[in-house]
T-cell receptor, first 115, second 116 residues
Framework: EAGVAQSPRYKIIEKRQSVAFWCNPI?????LYWYQQILGQGPKLLIQ????????DSQLPKDRFSAERLKGVDSTLKIQPAKLEDSAVYLC?????????????FGQGTRLTVV | KQEVTQIPAALSVPEGENLVLNCSFT??????LQWFRQDPGKGLTSLLL?????REQTSGRLNASLDKSSGRSTLYIAASQPGDSATYLC???????????????FGKGTKLSVKP
């Protein structure tokens, strides 16, 4: 079974530029998450999708971050314009759609450096 | 609001020792608890998922326990090896939305170093 795929693995941009990350979840997984992990911290949820609907985006900085999930499968996360404090690892995860008991699987992440 | 705490933040042990990593959570109404491993510069690898109806789960040299009443979980690693060196994270779900899986709330992790 293929895992969660993310690209790119690394990205370096200047502040005020824009950047986009892509995620392909495990086939058949209805729930998709984007997490931000700052160095030395645990991952923090940015947005959760179930199929192509948003379940939770309460912690997404909507003035600069946006995300979509195309046809309930692949997802993109965009930052525009980027700030220095956006430097972090962006993790995508997916899990099956079930009531309560599920297991989340993570991709390798995209390491973003904003200079 | 779910909060997850992990202690210690860092742990260094000689090869061969048995060790315990601790995780505590504030909202005991959880469906499950998941332990992950993270190597430097990598994503998260799922180690063990304990369902709320279970008290423990085992995989090889790893054993995870769950005590919902006290809001605690432990990860026991037997006969540690240098290859076990990594950061270990535990995560508990937030409140579910209409029955679907709530998002995972993570602790800050325990950085384990196993010396040869």
């Amino acid at each position: 079974e293929a895992g969660v795929a993310q690209s790119p693995r690394y990205k370096i941009i200047e502040k005020r530029q824009s950047v986009a990350f892509w995620c392909n979840p495990i086939s058949g997984h209805a729930t998709l998450y984007w997490y931000q992990q700052i160095l030395g911290q645990g991952p923090k949820l940015l947005i959760q999708f179930q199929n192509n609907g948003v379940v939770d985006d309460s912690q997404l900085p909507k003035d600069r971050f946006s995300a979509e999930r195309l046809k309930g499968v692949d997802s993109t996360l965009k930052i525009q314009p980027a700030k220095l404090e956006d430097s972090a690892v962006y993790l995508c995860a997916s899990s099956p759609d079930s009531i309560g008991d599920t297991e989340a699987f993570f991709g390798q992440g995209t390491r973003l450096t904003v200079v | 609001k779910q909060e997850v705490t992990q202690i210690p933040a860092a742990l260094s042990v000689p090869e061969g020792e048995n060790l315990v990593l601790n995780c505590s959570f504030t909202d005991s109404a959880i469906y499950n608890l998941q332990w992950f491993r993270q190597d430097p510069g990598k994503g998260l690898t799922s180690l063990l998922l304990i369902q709320s109806s279970q008290r423990e789960q085992t995989s090889g040299r790893l054993n995870a326990s769950l005590d919902k009443s006290s809001g605690r979980s432990t990860l026991y690693i037997a006969a540690s090896q240098p290859g076990d060196s990594a950061t270990y994270l535990c995560a508990a779900p937030s409140k579910n939305y209409g029955g679907s899986q709530g998002n995972l709330i993570f602790g800050k992790g325990t950085k384990l170093s196993v010396k040869p």
